[in-house]
């Protein structure tokens, strides 16, 4: 129900904007999040954004460099992913999650989603 695309292979320093659109399925009152999986690593949260867009959270890690941002209209939320490293490296999967008329509510954990899309890659060179 969610299908994640844009990753690619690119050099460090470069960019990358991946998509999460929902065919078939409304996720507009839903919060929506990004995480990511490399080799070997348990998946870990990139940053989430509530229903209505007002609230975001971002890991450290990746703060100042990455934007999520939504368009419910599209039913589309997006990463944009600006000065990429190499260890940015992983694949990349979407989530999405009831907000249960919480305007703010946007998890940061891996379990606080129900709706997982397949990963799309995203490979930094150095």
């Known amino acids: 129900q969610l299908q994640a695309s844009g990753g690619g292979l690119v050099q460090d320093g470069d960019s990358l904007r991946l998509s999460c659109a929902a065919p078939?399925?409304?996720?507009?009152?839903?919060?929506r999040a990004w995480f990511r999986q490399a080799p070997g690593k348990e998946r870990e949260f990139v940053a989430s954004i509530s229903w209505s867009g007002e609230t975001t959270h971002y890991a450290d890690s990746v703060k100042g460099r990455f934007t999520i941002s939504r368009d419910n209209v599209k039913n589309t939320v997006y990463l944009q992913m600006n000065v990429l490293k190499p260890e940015d490296t992983a694949v990349y999967y979407c989530a999405a999650d009831w907000a249960k008329g919480n305007n703010d509510y946007a998890p940061t954990d891996v379990h606080g989603y129900d709706y997982w899309g397949l990963g799309t890659q995203v490979t930094v060179s150095s």
């Open positions: 078939g399925r409304t996720f507009s009152r839903y919060a």
